[in-house]
């Protein structure tokens, strides 16, 4: 089970700090991913990391603005968001149970039931 948390109203320019907690299983042995979805748009994958096999994937509008990483102790996947802009406004996701490469991500299966993130001034 995950359970996404952290979303709120920002202005652009703010950042923000995304948590997922995982329960039921150990986070470090997966793929785990953050996708969002905007109103009226496509779910996509914003990021995703394998620490099994050493893989980290961005997607390109969100490079050098967002990192993700994982807390083995509290068995946390996080999405640091900083310099947001509106177009970052989403329900955010996180998902396990897929692939993660450098390339993208990948049958995730396991979802989160979001949070939402609204930038706006």
């Known amino acids: 089970q995950l359970q996404a948390s952290g979303g709120g109203l920002v202005q652009p320019g703010d950042s923000l700090k995304l948590s997922c907690a995982a329960s039921?299983?150990?986070?470090?042995?997966?793929?785990i991913a953050w996708y969002r979805q905007a109103p009226g748009k496509e779910r996509e994958a914003v990021s995703c990391?394998?620490?099994?096999?050493?893989?980290?994937f961005y997607k390109d509008s969100v490079k050098g603005r967002f990192t993700i990483s994982s807390d083995n102790a509290k068995n946390t996947l996080y999405l640091q968001m900083s310099s947001l802009k509106p177009e970052d406004t989403a329900k955010y996701f996180c998902?396990?149970?897929?692939?993660?490469?450098?390339?993208?991500?990948?049958?995730?299966?396991?979802w989160g039931q979001g949070t939402l993130v609204t930038v706006s001034s």
């Open positions: 990391i394998s620490k099994k096999y050493g893989k980290i």
């Open positions: 039921g299983f150990n986070l470090d042995d997966y793929a």
């Open positions: 998902a396990s149970g897929g692939f993660c490469s450098t390339y993208g991500a990948y049958d995730y299966e396991t």
